[in-house]
């Protein structure tokens, strides 16, 4: 069974930075793809980035590009989403997933198989 849990929601400052975690068990690690969603109050939801497990290799949405990094510990069995200045826009819950594939590319869409609860991110102005 595929369990994700995410954690490091909080609120923050504009301007300011969080690390989000996501710690996986029941993954493959050289077949898996991690993607990082977020949906705010109203909106659909929204591709943020995705990483492959095998390699670290990471894409992002066009919407954060620059601003936030995926990153991967598979030792510790947690990916990781960094967050820098960080801006009101960005207030939302925060979901990772995961599955054999992931793309947060302009202009595709693949529904990811299995996901963890979210954690909320609030950033104030």
């Known amino acids: 069974e595929v369990r994700l849990v995410e954690s490091g929601g909080g609120l923050v400052q504009a301007g300011g930075s969080l690390r989000l975690s996501c710690r996986v068990s029941?993954?493959?690690?050289?077949?898996?793809?991690i993607g990082w969603f977020r949906q705010a109050p109203g909106k659909e939801r929204e591709g943020v980035s995705c990483?492959?497990?095998?390699?670290?290799?990471?894409h992002y949405a066009d919407s954060v590009k620059g601003q936030f990094t995926s990153s991967r510990d598979n030792a510790k069995s947690t990916v990781y989403l960094q967050m820098d200045n960080l801006k009101p826009e960005d207030t939302a819950v925060y979901y990772c997933?995961?599955?054999?594939?992931?793309?947060?590319?302009?202009?595709?869409?693949?529904?990811?198989?299995?996901w963890g609860k979210g954690t909320l991110v609030t950033v104030s102005s």
């Open positions: 997933a995961a599955d054999v594939f992931c793309t947060v590319r302009r202009g595709t869409r693949y529904e990811m198989k299995n």
């Open positions: 029941g993954v493959t690690f050289d077949l898996d793809d």
């Open positions: 990483i492959r497990l095998k390699d670290g290799i990471a």
